[in-house]
């Protein structure tokens, strides 16, 4: 490794062996950089992104979810790891590896702390937020201030980093990763390390691949994060015989600002209007009851509600009054003095859409709106209930906002043992293999989303990882 | 406060719109929160958080949307740009607006005008001068007072006229608590801490090196200031004459006001040669540069002149160093020493609107 400290595009050998490569330049892959690095292995990070992108979803991130039994830092309360547990079932519906899984939330206590050590800086819950306060630490600044941090102490440390790099192939014999070829600007480049820690996300950004399971419709979809997240390393793994785990045909979703950038839009294009309004499809029909629960327990169950209708687009639609109950968006809404105008302003059928507003304004009864509460405000009669804070549309000007569905994440991922080490197709570990992060999230997370809880996992099994591969290298 | 909207207004509007649906950097500084506060920007409103920004560069490294995002967004340099908007605004006399985008003609203009009016009046500039009065026999007693106090007033009217335009701009009467927030905030820089672990400047690194470098410049400035203000009472109520033995009030006020003030600009400007020119502003940069220059200019010729008050060098290091503090003086109310009033007025603003007692 001492041949090439710095930039390898500068100074290409043929071949680089260091102890650990790390596929992948997120907050999974910096964990076992920077863990690896201070057990004394020389590391090279390979990242697919350019510098500025560096950091695939994790740029995008806010907060991760840590257990604590007294309040800690900018943690309030307590989060104990049998109420953590239970969320997760929750979410999961049973979807998950309850050893993992509690590894996992044990091994979040010290998370904060790492992170502290590295330069990572915590800010108190963000406004609007405060149902996380007491579970969840929201990094200063969000995901890309932590990978800055992040990124100074593995340089500091020497670990040598190179950007625009991506894994292209990958000799394995046996199990055993021989060489690695990293695509750089200057060139291939062979890599023949002691242990490798596939980083590298999911592959939620690939649309072929979307395809294969979603046809035409996964052109419409939003992916959340980065474009970089293609999956060629998950493939590679797959292809060379390590265990899948999670369904290839599943992803978390959410509903967004229809008018969302391709790729990279985060958080800034959520909307959280659905509660508060009636949702149509481009046929101008309602399709789902919008009060079901409360959004944060809903949310995410919209992406996929919208993938699943026609064009994978709906229609966000309310009032003057309402529309001032939850966060602007990014975009400015679409307003117009009448149904018929806004449906025109959208691209509806202004009768459709007229109709389904006068049938879901007649069947509106109850009492109190109340956001905060499962209120009395419903429909009755209508094929598609609106269970809870549903009021007349009735006060221009009134309010639309096209929806998509974004593409947080996919559950398809390689199998991993209590310390992060691959499992193969045949049950056995992985020699020189392990996996943190996205790569390998659905151990756990086999379905649903526990906010934070994707940093969470990426952070332990990374650290799990670089120190496993570390121990591999140094025998 | 502004009226037109303007191309730097649009692009900072658009920015602090992304960041209301983003909110990541909330921790950073006073900014975020009073963008929270609000759905929308008016064009009085982006003045506000323009001069509540203290161009500390977090927000630009830490944003997932920074260029080469397709949304390119650079809040210090949208805000930068709305913040010398806003202060060309209060400019008065509004004919000399146009010297806030011209800072080094301004400035070496003023410096040199003063310079020769200094040097019309003086005497004996080839010969060393000692002795109470030793200053005076350069330049008349009656001269400096004419010069230095016509400067410093119209300075001062013009500053006022200025100020007084923002404090209009804060929409209601702040209470003393308020006062002293901002007092807090301005003399600390808490805004400039980054939310506690420093600034991103002059790279991406965290660092306290600019507030503390402005810390040492605007508090040598204020001993240096001092140093005047008990030299002119010296003289017009005491009757004792300048130059001043080295362990009188003035001259140790003024020494450490000196140091302090050039050891503040240096640092300032070595950052600013350094500085990553991502998240800046390039037009704005200018005024900046001038004004560090010239600060540092001040000091060094005041010390110098100090040091050498006994040689033939005193009678044109006396004129140098006059001609730098009048054509500051001129300048002032036309460049960078605006953000001062502007930012406090933005301070006391911030104060208001935080007093939950408003709400
Ligand atoms: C908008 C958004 C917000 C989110 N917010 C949160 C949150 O607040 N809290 C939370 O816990 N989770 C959040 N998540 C989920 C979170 O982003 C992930 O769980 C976490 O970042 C995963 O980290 P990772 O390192 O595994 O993956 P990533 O951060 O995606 O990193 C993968 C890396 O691999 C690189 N890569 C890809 N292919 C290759 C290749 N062939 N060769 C080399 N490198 C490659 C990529 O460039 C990237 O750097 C959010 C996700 C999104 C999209
Ligand atoms: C109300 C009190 C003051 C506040 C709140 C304040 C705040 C700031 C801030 C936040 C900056 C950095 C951002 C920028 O360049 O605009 C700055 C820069 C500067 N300030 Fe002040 N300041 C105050 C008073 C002063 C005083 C008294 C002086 C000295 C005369 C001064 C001289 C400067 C100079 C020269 C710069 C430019 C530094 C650079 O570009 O690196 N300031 N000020
Ligand atoms: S600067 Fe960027 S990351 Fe920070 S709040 Fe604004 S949009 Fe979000
Ligand atoms: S540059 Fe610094 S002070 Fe200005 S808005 Fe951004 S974080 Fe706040």
Known sequence: MESVQQTPDIL??????????????????????????RLGASVLVAEAAPRPMRGGNTRHTRNLRAVHDAPRGTLTGAYLEDEYWDDLLRVTHGQTDEALARMTIRASADLVSFLSDCGVRFQPSLAGTLSLSRTNAFFLGGGKA???????????????????????????????????????????????????????????????????YWGEAAENFVIRGTPYAQGDVLRLLLDGGCAPVGDPTQFHAVALDGRAPRFDGGIATRLDSVPFSIVVNRDGQRFYDEGEDLWPKRYAIWGRLIAQQPGQVAFSICDAPAARDFMPSVYPAVTAPTIAHLARALGLDPLALAATVADYNAAVRGGAFDPTV????HTEGLAVAKTHWARRIETPPFVGYPLRPGITFTYLGVRVDATARVRLADGTPAPNLFAAGEIMAGNILGRGYLAGFGMTIGGVFGRLAGEGAARHAGN | MQATETAAMADARRALEICNACRYCEGFCAVFPAIERRREFPAADLGFL????????????????????EWALNVPAALAR???????????????????????????????????AALASAHGMARAHTGPGAFYAVIPLATLIALGGASFLFALLALAASALAAWRGLGGTPRPVHLLRALHDAATLKNLGGGGGGCPYPGEQPSA??????????????????????????????????????????????????????AGAARLILLKRVADPAPLAAETLAADRVLLGLLAAIAASGLVLLALRGTVAMPPLLVLHLALVLGFFVTMPFGKF?????????????????????R
């Open chain 1, 12 to 37: 290409v050998p043929d071949i680089l062996v260091p102890d650990i490569l790390v596929i992948g330049g997120g907050h999974a892959a910096l964990a076992a950089a920077i863990t690896a690095r």
């Open chain 1, 374 to 377: 499962l209120d009395s405000c």
């Open chain 2, 50 to 69: 323009a001069n509540l920004c203290h161009g500390c560069n977090g927000c630009y490294h830490a944003c997932q949307y920074a260029p080469p995002h």
């Open chain 2, 338 to 358: 605006l953000h001062g009033p502007h930012r406090f007025a933005a301070l006391v603003r911030d104060a208001m609107e935080r007093d939950p007692a408003r």
């Open chain 2, 82 to 116: 709305v913040r010398h908007e806003s202060w060309s605004e209060t400019i008065r006399p509004a004919t000399l607006r146009g010297l806030l985008r011209r800072p080094l003609a301004a400035t070496a203009g003023a410096v040199l005008v003063a310079g020769l």
């Open chain 1, 146 to 212: 932590l990978l800055n941090a992040l990124y100074r102490e593995a340089e500091r440390l020497g670990v040598s980093v190179c950007y625009e790099t991506p894994a292209r192939a990958m000799t394995m014999r046996q199990g055993t990763i021989a060489e690695v070829v990293l695509r750089t600007p200057g060139g291939e480049l062979r890599v023949v390390p002691r242990a490798v820690v596939a980083a590298a996300g999911g592959f939620q950004a690939n649309i072929a691949w979307m395809r294969e």
């Open chain 2, 209 to 262: 090196a600019r507030r503390h470098a402005h810390h040492a410049l605007a508090g040598g400035f204020l001993l240096a200031f001092a140093a005047t203000s008990v030299a002119t009472i010296d003289e017009h109520l005491l009757g004792w004459h300048a130059p001043y033995p080295l362990f009188s009030l003035p001259v140790l006020l003024g020494v450490a006001g000196g140091v302090l003030m050039l």
